[in-house]
C-alpha cells in the first residue's frame, strides 16, 4: 500500500483543505503533531471538519517519522500528514487529452499552459507549480523522461510548492513536442524562453498560451523550440548568465497575468 509524509505547514494545510473539496474514499490521511501553536491549531480545526485524525505526539516521534525524508522536508515544524492509499494521488493530476477536450479546447479569455522540458530539480518544479497557482496558469506539463515530474510522491515538489502542488492541475506526458503540437492545433501560441529572443517587455502574449521553460544547462530542445511561434526573453542587468528557471517562469507568468488585467 502507498504512503507518503508530507511536513511544514503549507503543504500540510493545503493537503487537508484539498482533502475537504476532493474526498477520495480509497486515500486516508492522519495528522501527527508535536506542541499545538496557533498555526497548528488552525489546521486541526481544518482536519476535523475534513473528518481527518489528528495524534498529539512527541518531536523525536516526528523526527523518527521524517528520517527519510530530504534535508528541507526533515524540519517538519512540529507537524505532519501521513497519507496512505492502494493508489496515493492527487486529484489534480489530470490526463493531458482529456484536459484539452474539456478545458483546453474550449477556454475562453485567458489560458495559461506551462510546459517544462528537462527541468529535473524537483525544488523548482515546486516553485514553478507555486508560481503557476499564484498567477492563474491553467496546467503544468511535464515529460515522463528526463524530468522531476513524480508530483504525487515527491516530497520535495509538495514542500517546495508551499501547498499549491494540491491545487494546480499537472499533468504528465509521454512526447513533449506531440503535446505543444495539440495545443497549438486547438488555438494556443506557443512562446519559448531563451536568451536572445525578443524581451518580454516588448512582446505580447496571446490569450491561449503556452510557456515552455528548458532545463538550465541545456535550455529547450531543438524539436520542442521549433514548435515555439516566438522566443522571449528577460532583460537582466547581473553579472552571472541567467535567471534559475523557477525564478524566470515566476517572471514571465507575472508578465502573462499582467498583460491580461
Same mark, same amino acid.
Given at each position: 500500500?502507498?504512503?507518503?509524509?508530507?511536513?511544514?505547514?503549507?503543504?500540510?494545510?493545503?493537503?487537508?483543505?484539498?482533502?475537504?473539496?476532493?474526498?477520495?474514499?480509497?486515500?486516508?490521511?492522519?495528522?501527527?503533531?508535536?506542541?499545538?501553536?496557533?498555526?497548528?491549531?488552525k489546521?486541526?480545526?481544518?482536519?476535523?471538519?475534513?473528518?481527518?485524525?489528528?495524534?498529539?505526539?512527541?518531536?523525536?516521534?516526528?523526527?523518527?517519522?521524517?528520517?527519510?525524508?530530504?534535508?528541507?522536508?526533515?524540519?517538519?515544524?512540529?507537524?505532519?500528514?501521513?497519507?496512505?492509499?492502494?493508489?496515493?494521488?492527487s486529484?489534480?493530476?489530470?490526463?493531458?487529452?482529456?484536459?484539452?477536450?474539456?478545458?483546453?479546447?474550449?477556454?475562453?479569455?485567458?489560458?495559461?499552459?506551462?510546459?517544462l522540458?528537462?527541468?529535473?530539480?524537483?525544488?523548482?518544479?515546486?516553485?514553478i507549480?507555486?508560481?503557476?497557482?499564484?498567477?492563474?496558469?491553467?496546467?503544468?506539463?511535464?515529460?515522463?523522461?528526463?524530468?522531476?515530474?513524480?508530483?504525487?510522491?515527491?516530497?520535495?515538489?509538495?514542500?517546495?510548492?508551499?501547498?499549491?502542488?494540491?491545487?494546480?492541475? $499537472?499533468?504528465?506526458?509521454?512526447?513533449?513536442?506531440?503535446?505543444?503540437?495539440?495545443?497549438?492545433?486547438?488555438g494556443?501560441w506557443?512562446?519559448?524562453?531563451?536568451?536572445?529572443?525578443?524581451?518580454?517587455?516588448?512582446?505580447?502574449?496571446?490569450?491561449?498560451?503556452?510557456?515552455?521553460?528548458?532545463?538550465?544547462?541545456?535550455?529547450?530542445?531543438?524539436?520542442?523550440?521549433?514548435? $515555439?511561434?516566438?522566443?522571449?526573453?528577460?532583460?537582466? $542587468?547581473?553579472?552571472?548568465?541567467?535567471?534559475?528557471?523557477?525564478?524566470?517562469?515566476?517572471?514571465?507568468?507575472?508578465?502573462?497575468?499582467?498583460?491580461?488585467?
Amino acid at each position: 500500500m502507498a504512503e507518503i509524509i508530507l511536513t511544514g505547514f503549507h503543504a500540510v494545510e493545503e493537503r487537508v483543505r484539498n482533502a475537504s473539496v476532493n474526498k477520495d474514499a480509497s486515500v486516508s490521511m492522519q495528522i501527527f503533531y508535536s506542541k499545538p501553536g496557533p498555526r497548528i491549531k488552525k489546521i486541526l480545526e481544518q482536519a476535523k471538519k475534513a473528518s481527518i485524525a489528528a495524534t498529539q505526539t512527541d518531536d523525536k516521534t516526528l523526527d523518527d517519522m521524517t528520517k527519510n525524508l530530504g534535508n528541507a522536508e526533515r524540519d517538519h515544524r512540529g507537524i505532519v500528514i501521513k497519507i496512505t492509499g492502494a493508489e496515493v494521488k492527487s486529484n489534480n493530476i489530470v490526463d493531458f487529452d482529456n484536459w484539452l477536450k474539456d478545458v483546453g479546447s474550449k477556454a475562453e479569455g485567458r489560458c495559461t499552459v506551462v510546459v517544462l522540458d528537462s527541468v529535473t530539480d524537483p525544488h523548482n518544479v515546486g516553485a514553478i507549480i507555486r508560481s503557476a497557482d499564484q498567477f492563474g496558469a491553467s496546467l503544468v506539463i511535464m515529460p515522463e523522461r528526463h524530468s522531476s515530474n513524480k508530483i504525487n510522491d515527491n516530497d520535495v515538489i509538495q514542500r517546495s510548492s508551499a501547498g499549491a502542488a494540491a491545487w494546480v492541475n $499537472c499533468s504528465v506526458v509521454t512526447n513533449l513536442v506531440r503535446t505543444v503540437e495539440k495545443l497549438k492545433d486547438a488555438g494556443f501560441w506557443v512562446y519559448g524562453a531563451d536568451a536572445g529572443g525578443t524581451s518580454v517587455q516588448e512582446g505580447k502574449f496571446s490569450d491561449k498560451s503556452v510557456l515552455v521553460m528548458g532545463s538550465e544547462g541545456t535550455g529547450i530542445s531543438r524539436l520542442l523550440k521549433e514548435q $515555439c511561434d516566438s522566443i522571449v526573453s528577460i532583460p537582466t $542587468c547581473g553579472k552571472i548568465d541567467s535567471l534559475n528557471v523557477s525564478v524566470a517562469t515566476g517572471v514571465l507568468l507575472y508578465e502573462i497575468y499582467r498583460q491580461s488585467l
